[in-house]
């Protein structure tokens, strides 16, 4: 019996440990709200079907964490920020919020710390409806012509004053 019992017991504990990465999606309205535990020691990426630049005009972003003992970690160029708790922090109960605006898109997402992985998502991917995912691609495209438009009539004009000098 005693041998059934310490079978049944590491049995419980390596299932627990070889849990598996777990993703949430998203569909983006214009005001989400998403509510996650975040298990200290591990993190959540929040992934974005644009990328994260808050010096872009035609996609604006900004990031505000409330609380402190949640960190946020971003790179431009990219499309996703990291959201974990903070090391310094302890392993009490905290709770944040993390407000991001992008695209004209308004995101509160709540974070609590929690130590059940099976409520721990490591990955967010928030999704465009197919609708607004065209209108992105066509605003996208649009802007890239009206650059590529600007300046190849800068190189026109250009060589007619090259072809008059010579």
């Given at each position: 019996?005693?041998?059934?019992?310490?079978?049944?017991?590491?049995?419980?504990?390596?299932?627990?440990?070889?849990?598996?990465?777990?993703?949430?999606?998203?569909?983006?309205?214009?005001?989400?709200?998403?509510?996650?535990?975040?298990?200290?020691?591990?993190?959540?990426?929040f992934i974005f079907p644009f990328v994260l630049d808050e010096e872009d005009t035609v996609i604006p972003f900004?990031?505000?964490?409330?609380?402190?003992?949640?960190?946020?970690?971003?790179?431009?160029?990219?499309?996703?920020?990291?959201?974990?708790?903070?090391?310094?922090?302890?392993?009490?109960?905290?709770?944040?919020?993390?407000?991001?605006?992008?695209?004209?898109?308004?995101?509160?997402?709540?974070?609590?710390?929690?130590?059940?992985?099976?409520?721990?998502?490591?990955?967010?991917?928030?999704?465009?409806?197919?609708?607004?995912?065209?209108?992105?691609?066509?605003?996208?495209?649009?802007?890239?012509?009206k650059a590529l438009e600007k300046k190849y009539q800068e190189k026109l004009a250009s060589l007619?004053?090259?072809?008059?000098?010579?």
């Amino acid at each position: 019996m005693k041998y059934l019992i310490c079978v049944l017991f590491i049995l419980f504990f390596s299932v627990e440990s070889q849990a598996s990465p777990r993703i949430k999606h998203v569909t983006i309205k214009q005001n989400t709200t998403v509510t996650l535990n975040v298990a200290p020691g591990l993190g959540t990426k929040f992934i974005f079907p644009f990328v994260l630049d808050e010096e872009d005009t035609v996609i604006p972003f900004s990031l505000l964490s409330t609380n402190p003992a949640f960190i946020t970690k971003r790179e431009d160029g990219h499309n996703f920020f990291i959201a974990i708790v903070d090391p310094k922090a302890g392993h009490g109960k905290f709770l944040g919020n993390i407000f991001t605006n992008v695209a004209g898109y308004h995101i509160t997402i709540e974070l609590r710390t929690g130590y059940e992985n099976k409520k721990h998502y490591t990955d967010v991917i928030f999704n465009l409806s197919d609708e607004k995912r065209e209108t992105l691609i066509q605003e996208g495209v649009r802007q890239r012509t009206k650059a590529l438009e600007k300046k190849y009539q800068e190189k026109l004009a250009s060589l007619d004053g090259a072809a008059t000098n010579k």
